[in-house]
C-alpha cells in the first residue's frame, strides 16, 4: 500500500469512527440489556403468563377477545392484534385514540377464555423503554431513527477502513499478537486490532441490519404510497367503515386463504400496517424461516371479503429477515449469550479506539516538543501506525 | 495464495466465514441448526477471549 492511500484510508478510520463512536458506544450498552428483554422482564414481573389448560383447548371467537379487551378502555379503537409463534394461548391487544397513537395500551387476552389476563407494562416498564428508545431513536421519533441510521453507516465506513488498515499493522505479526511496548498505547493498539478483525463480520451485519431496520417507517410509508394506493383505487371517495366486520370471520378467512400459515398479527384500519378500508391480516409460516415471512391478506374492513392478497415487496422482507440478525433472538440462549459476548467486544473495540485517538494526540505533541526531526523523515509506515 | 497472504488472511477469512454460517444457520431451522450456530459462532468469539485474555496479562 502506497504512504498516500495509507494516509487517506487512516483519515478515514479516524472519522468515520470518532463521528459515530459515541452513539455506537450508546447503542452496545442499551443494546445490551434489549438481547434479554425476555428474561428481565420475567425477572421484573412483566412478562405475561396463560394459565395452563388442557393442550388442544380450542381457541375462544376472537370476537369476543377483542370485546373483553374493549371493555376495559370503552373509549379507545384497536390498533393490533397479534400473537407469538410460541404462545398461541394468548391474544395481545393494542388499543389507541387513534390508529397511530403512540401512547397504546397493551392488553393480553386468553385466546381459549376470552378472559383479560394482564395489562402488560408499557414496553416492558420504565427501564427496558428508555433502553428500547436511546437505541432505536434517542426519543427523536422519525428523525432519530434517521439519524442513528446515518452513524450505522459511518460505523460501516469505519469497520472496511479498519479492515484495509488490518494489513499494514499485521503484516509482520502473527494472528493475535499483543505486543507490549514502552507505553500502554501499543498493547491497546494490537488488542483494537485483534477484537476488531474477530468481530469483524458480525459487527458488519449487525451494524448493516441495524441501518436498514431505521428505515422500516420511511419504507411502510413508501410501500402505503405505492402498492395500498394502487389497492385503494376502488375505494376513491368511499366514507371510511361505519362498522367493522367479524374479525373471527375475517381470520377465518385468512386461515383458508393461507393454508398452513397462522396469523402473526392483524393491522386495524387506518395503522400503518393496513389502509383505511381494510384489516391488514399477515399470515406467518411456523418453520424457523418462514415465520420470519408474512404474507398480508386485505379483507375489506365492512363488507369482510377478501380483496386482494399479495407478497410483501423484497424491501419489506428484506427488513423482516434483517431484524432477527440484528436482535439475535432466533439461536436460542447461547446464541443470546454469544451476541453479548459479541457487544461487549465491540465495546473494547470502540472504547480501544478512542483511547488510541487521544493518545495519539499526545504522541505528536511530545513528539514536536522533544524531536526536533520533521515527521516526513521517518519510515511512512511507522508515521502512521504511531499515529493512528 | 501464497503463503504471505495467508498468514496474514488465513485466520480473519477463516473467523469471518464461521460467524457467516453461525449467523445464517440458526435462521434456516431450529434444533441441530442452532447448535451448529453455536459452535460456529462461538469460536471467533473463543478466538478473541483467549488471544485477548493471553495478550492482555503477558
Known amino acids: ?388 | 495464495m501464497n503463503g504471505a497472504f495467508l498468514k496474514l488472511w488465513g485466520m480473519p477469512i477463516l473467523l469471518g466465514l464461521l460467524t457467516t454460517i453461525g449467523l445464517v444457520s440458526a435462521l434456516l431451522g431450529d434444533g441441530i441448526w442452532d447448535i451448529v450456530s453455536a459452535f460456529a459462532l462461538g469460536v471467533p468469539v473463543l478466538a478473541g477471549l483467549w488471544y485477548g485474555l493471553r495478550g492482555w496479562r503477558s
Open chain 1, 1 to 388: 500500500m502506497s504512504s498516500h492511500s495509507l494516509r487517506l484510508w487512516s483519515w478515514i478510520h479516524k472519522w468515520s469512527s470518532l463521528v459515530c463512536t459515541v452513539f455506537m458506544l450508546l447503542l452496545c450498552l442499551t443494546g445490551l440489556p434489549l438481547i434479554y428483554h425476555h428474561e428481565i422482564g420475567h425477572l421484573l414481573g412483566n412478562d405475561v403468563e396463560a394459565p395452563a389448560m388442557a393442550p388442544g383447548t380450542p381457541r375462544a371467537n376472537i370476537d369476543k377477545v377483542i370485546a373483553a379487551g374493549r371493555a376495559l378502555y370503552p373509549d379507545k379503537i384497536v390498533m393490533y392484534i397479534s400473537q407469538e409463534l410460541d404462545e398461541p394461548a394468548i391474544w395481545n391487544l393494542t388499543l389507541g385514540d387513534h390508529p397511530t397513537d403512540e401512547h397504546y395500551k397493551p392488553i393480553a387476552v386468553d385466546a381459549r377464555t376470552a378472559q383479560v389476563i394482564t395489562e402488560p407494562a408499557f414496553e416492558g416498564g420504565a427501564f427496558m423503554s428508555t433502553m428500547f428508545s436511546l437505541h432505536v431513536d434517542l426519543f427523536a421519533g422519525l428523525y432519530g431513527k434517521l439519524f442513528l441510521g446515518l452513524m450505522g453507516l459511518l460505523l460501516l465506513v469505519a469497520i472496511v477502513s479498519g479492515v484495509v488498515l488490518y494489513a499494514p499493522f499485521m503484516r509482520k505479526l502473527d494472528f493475535g499478537t499483543v505486543r507490549h511496548g514502552r507505553t500502554q498505547r501499543l498493547k491497546w493498539l494490537d488488542l483494537h486490532n485483534l477484537l476488531g478483525i474477530v468481530t469483524l463480520v458480525w459487527a458488519l451485519v449487525v451494524g448493516a441490519t441495524g441501518m436498514v431496520n431505521t428505515w422500516a417507517d420511511v419504507l411502510l410509508k413508501y410501500w402505503q404510497a405505492t402498492e395500498i394506493a394502487a389497492m385503494l383505487e376502488p375505494y376513491k371517495g368511499a366514507p371510511p367503515p361505519t362498522h367493522l366486520a367479524s374479525m373471527d370471520a375475517a381470520i377465518e378467512l385468512a386461515e383458508r386463504a393461507a393454508p398452513g400459515m397462522q396469523v402473526g398479527f392483524v393491522a386495524y384500519p387506518g395503522t400503518p400496517f393496513a389502509s383505511p378500508h381494510h384489516y391488514g391480516v399477515y399470515m406467518r409460516g411456523n418453520a424457523a424461516f418462514s415465520s420470519r415471512l408474512y404474507k398480508p391478506v386485505l379483507i375489506d374492513a365492512q363488507t369482510g371479503v377478501i380483496t386482494d392478497q399479495r407478497a410483501l415487496p423484497w424491501y419489506l422482507t428484506g427488513l423482516l429477515i434483517s431484524q432477527p440478525l440484528h436482535f439475535g433472538d432466533y439461536g436460542g440462549g447461547w446464541m443470546k449469550f454469544l451476541w453479548a459476548l459479541l457487544d461487549l467486544a465491540t465495546i473494547v473495540v470502540l472504547g480501544s479506539g478512542l483511547y488510541l485517538w487521544i493518545k495519539r494526540g499526545r504522541a505528536a505533541q511530545a513528539a514536536r516538543s522533544t524531536r526536533p526531526a520533521p515527521e516526513s523523515a521517518q519510515p511512512a509506515l511507522a508515521r502512521t501506525g504511531e499515529g493512528r
